[in-house]
């Protein structure tokens, strides 16, 4: 599976991105996919995963950030709402072998080259 993230950009705080995540190699629409994000200097961090059971978020996120798929185009995207200056980091889209979903990076083979978000405050 080769994954083609695209979307960042410079945003003020409260504005809104999509993040999208294009598919090579396989189908997307029967595996988990989940977005990973990474400031400077901190670890890579879970932000949401999209599997068989639907969506799930971490709480920094919920309520403003919807993943989704769109299987026609086998793609991925995150919407991103009311963003805050600690949204700022490098978005990487992963995927997994099967439908289950998981919040840990290591469960994840493939992964995407990583799109900047920077909001300013």
């Known amino acids: 599976v080769q994954l083609q993230a695209s979307g960042g950009g410079l945003v003020q705080a409260g504005g809104s991105l999509r993040l999208s995540c294009a598919g090579s190699g396989r189908t997307l629409s029967n595996i988990a996919m989940a977005w990973f994000r990474q400031a400077p200097g901190k670890e890579r961090e879970f932000v949401a995963v999209?599997?068989?059971?639907?969506?799930y978020y971490a709480d920094s996120v919920k309520g403003r950030f919807t993943i989704s798929r769109d299987n026609a185009k086998n793609t991925v995207s995150l919407r991103m709402n009311s963003l805050k200056p600690e949204d700022t980091a490098v978005y990487y889209c992963a995927a997994r072998s099967d439908s289950y979903y998981s919040i840990r990076s290591n469960d994840y083979p493939y992964w995407g080259q990583g799109t900047q978000v920077t909001v300013s405050s």
């Open positions: 999209i599997s068989r059971n639907g969506g």
